[in-house]
Structures are given as C-alpha cells and as structure tokens.
C-alpha cells in the first residue's frame, strides 16, 4: 500500500475531526437562511410599523388601540374565535378517531387506500381547495345539489349567510388539512409497541379502553404539536373568506376575520401601520397559546 493511500483517509479523518457532522449543518444552515429572510426579517419590520406612525416615530400602542377602536374589531375577533372551536374540537376528535380505525385496519388494502384518499385533499393549494368549494356550495350547479336542498339552500347566498361560515370554513380546513395529520397519527401509532398492546390484550382490556388508556396517552404530544399549529394556521384566518366574500359579492363579508381586517387597513385605508399592529397582535397570542400548551402538556419531558 502506498503512503499516498494512507495519507488520505487519514486527511479525510482530519476533516470530519475539525467539523463532525457537517452534512447535516449544512442542511440546518439552509433552512436558517430562508426561516431569517421570511421569517424573522418580515416579523421584525411588522414590529417596526406596528410601533411607529406614517412620519416614522415612536408611536406606542397607538396603533393598536386604533386596530381595537375599529367597529369591525371586536367582531373579526369573535368570528376567528367561534372558527377555532369548530376546527379544534373537529381536528382533535376525527384525526384522532380516523388515525386509530387505520391503526385497526393497517394489514389490509383499505388502509392504504384511505391513507392515500385522506391525504389527497392536502394536494390542492388554500385557494384551489377552496374554489372546489364554491363549486360543491352552489345548489345550482353542485352535485350534492339535492343535500342542500334538503337542508333548505336553494341558492348561494343562503349557503353562505353569515351564520353558517364557521361551519363551512371548519369543513374547507378539515378537507384540505386532516389527511396529513391523520398520517401523522397513524405512524405514530405504529409506533407504539405492540408488546404493550399484546399485554393490555391479556389484561382484558377491550378497544376502546386500549384507545384511551394507552394509545392516546401516547400520542398526547403529538396532539399538542398539532394543535398548536393549528391553532396558529387558525388565527390566520384569510383565503376562504375572502375568495367567499368575492363569489357571493359580499354576502360573506370581506372583514370577517382579523387578517382581511389587517388586509383592509393595508390596502384600503392605506394604513400600514396599524395593519401590522393586528399582525403583531396575531403573533403574541399563537406563541403565547404555543406556551401555554408546551408548558402543561409536558411536551419537551423525556418518554
């Protein structure tokens, strides 16, 4: 063997001495560049407008006590909070639930087909979900027209009064968003040991004690991590009512969530700054939601 072959793994051995486990830093250090240039960057600018005023100086709170002194304030904040119950309480209940009948399922061909079916919505963007919405909402042209009809719609506007959008938009999210949580679920199940499923067996414990006892306790953290970041992606609440809002020509309304208020400020008021206030607002409450979730739950505790 040459002394040149030697050499070299043992410059090789020099190299990932001086930098071990440079791969994956280098792959961190990517996402690090895209999480600071959309991520950090844009927040710190909000947080820039939300505390000045239009000639650039030091403004306070005023912004956000003219975002909360706005009429429509009070109720794009009630419509988002009455929208997060609906999908909250729909995402824990029914991911969980289909996750666990998968589980049940999973060395057959339904499973499979089911993963593949619930997780085919989650293809579609916010927006094109939402214009197959329209479509399937509209008694005149939907192919669920006859539903509709039994329940008492024979037209558009009917489907998307105002009272009826919690419901809707909690069906628009669920259809474009469970499936791949519920994947989630199911492989996190998979994960439990089925030693103690077998035992829980021989104990007599039947489903839905299994269930309870022992495989939702187990998937309580990824419970959490979901709902946090449901709850975050809820609050943001944008693309369905105002796409809604232009189809039924402003029967939905085009200020009913606080990022179409945020929008209208913007945009229509030419009022940034206090458009960035309701988006600072926004964010303080998910990563104080997010700690509070943390912090109870146990989430970072070791298994």
């Given amino acids: 063997m040459s002394t040149a072959t030697v050499a070299r793994p043992a410059r090789t051995s020099r190299r990932r001495t001086r930098w071990p486990g440079r791969a994956g830093h280098l792959f961190v250090f990517a996402y690090v560049v895209l999480l600071i240039a959309f991520g950090v960057v844009p927040t710190l600018y909000a947080v820039y407008f939300a505390f000045t005023d239009a000639g650039d100086n030091f403004a306070g709170f005023a912004n956000f006590a003219e975002a909360a002194s706005d009429f429509r304030y009070l109720s ?17 209940v029914f991911v969980v639930g289909l996750a666990l009948l998968l589980h049940r399922l999973r060395s057959g061909a339904a499973s499979r087909t089911l993963r593949f079916l619930y997780y085919i919505p989650g293809a579609l963007a916010g927006s094109a979900s939402v214009l197959v919405w329209l479509f399937m909402l509209d008694p005149s042209v939907s192919p669920v027209s006859f539903l509709l009809r039994a329940l008492g719609f024979d037209a558009f506007g009917q489907v998307v009064a105002p009272g009826n959008l919690p419901v809707l938009f909690t069906l628009i999210a669920f259809w474009t968003g469970a499936g791949g949580w519920i994947v989630v679920m199911y492989g996190a199940l998979n994960n439990i040991s089925p030693d103690l499923l077998e035992a829980a067996r021989i104990d007599g414990a039947g489903v839905w004690q299994t269930a309870w006892r022992i495989q939702i306790p187990l998937l309580r953290k990824w419970i959490v991590y979901m709902v946090i970041l449901a709850f975050a992606g809820g609050t943001q609440l944008f693309v369905e009512p105002q ?20 929008y209208d400020f913007a ?20 990563l104080a939601v997010a700690g509070v979730f943390v912090a109870r739950s146990g989430f970072f505790d070791a298994d």
Avoid: C
């Fill in 76 to 92: 794009a904040v009630g419509h988002v909070a009455l929208y997060l119950v609906f999908w909250l309480a729909s995402l824990v």
């Fill in 243 to 262: 796409l809604l809002s232009q189809a039924s020509v402003g029967v939905a309304g085009h200020d009913y969530s606080l990022n179409q208020l945020s």
């Fill in 267 to 286: 945009f229509q008021n030419n009022n940034v700054n206090t458009a960035a206030a309701i988006s600072v607002e926004l964010l303080v409450i998910g």
